[in-house]
């Protein structure tokens, strides 16, 4: 038998599992079987913490990556002081709720028509390398537009303890930190709107004082590139990558501890903005979806649903992670329910990758069940393959 992850408290009450005060089985009867719903209380309640956490002047950005699901976009932009894409289709999204001047585009790789787009708009651009700015600054030309430009820096560190580093190494993102100050420069005379730094190290991270420590080391290393390029930074985006508790033992990020820290670090005189995807939204999200079969097999069990990785692929341990853990998951009419049985929760498509819980504790459980899979509120469904095998692709319910 394995463990499972912490189920988020808003749905850990025992007894049958609600969703915005709405019983799961409703959600299913109504929208059919599997299906995402997202409570949008639970994302506003999770902001309004984090504000008050964090130091005044410190701006809030959500990365849409993390769920770009439009309803639930435009419930937490009035939120939010900014949005954070990587593409000009999240660009597209954001612009129908934020203003572009609150949107920034970081991402490597952006073509000439993504540039286009986010310099037409307003939006800023965090380049992430010398070439990219120098066709930023042909197209600013030919459109007659000074365009908005950040640079994004990779650090001579990385964030401990991140399930994915991005710094600290050569990377496929952000101008190498010995070489901005000499981009800025260039940037600055070149006579576009020179926006300051982003600065991102890493994702997923659960360690508290790790995080500390790169915040520290970030808004250090901003202050000192500020000073070496000669010109102050109008922003500095430090990043975030604060993580989420899915599998046993992990414990949430103590972001009380992360902004009385930040208070005594930020420089006066200067705008900082944090970034976040999963933190905001991770646990606002259920994946709910029905038993199909019950079978036997070796003398285990095996609840088939009829979802699985296609749809929530992180839960099958296929995105990002090293070892195989289980997410929390629970049988929807009974949480909490006492275990009777070790049985494994797997989804249709034809590969054992498909396996949404591994051998765990379960109530039992039938053909026409409902089981939630929980903290599917980031990189669900835009983060898996769902035309694979072709099963038709879930709605998405913002509740
Ligand atoms: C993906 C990404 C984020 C969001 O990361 P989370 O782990 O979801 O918080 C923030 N900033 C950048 C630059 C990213 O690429």
Known sequence: MKPIGPIPPEFAAPGALTIAGRSAEDWVAAHGSPVFVYDPAIVATRIATLRAA??????????????????????????VDGLDVASAGELAKAVAVKPASAISFAGPGKRDAELEAAIALGATINVESEGEATRALAIGDRLGIAPRLAVRVNPSFELKGSGMKMGGRPAPFGVDAARVPALVRQIIASGADWCGFHIFAGSQALDTQAIIETQAATVALAAELAEQAGAQPPLVNIGGGFGVPYF???TPVDVAAIGAALGRWL????RYAIEL???LVAECGVYLARIVDRKESGGEIFLVLDGGLHHQLAASGNFGTVVRRNYPVALARDVGGAATETVSIVGPLCTPLDRLADRIAFPRADVGDVVAVFLAGAYGLTASPHDFLGHPKPPEILA
């Open 248 to 250: 046993a033992g992990d």
């Open 54 to 79: 964090m130091p005044a002047g410190l701006d809030i950005h959500f990365a849409i990556k993390a769920n770009p699901f439009p309803p639930l976009l435009a419930a937490i932009a009035p939120l």
């Open 277 to 279: 995807g999963r933190w």
């Open 267 to 270: 420089h006066p005189g200067t």
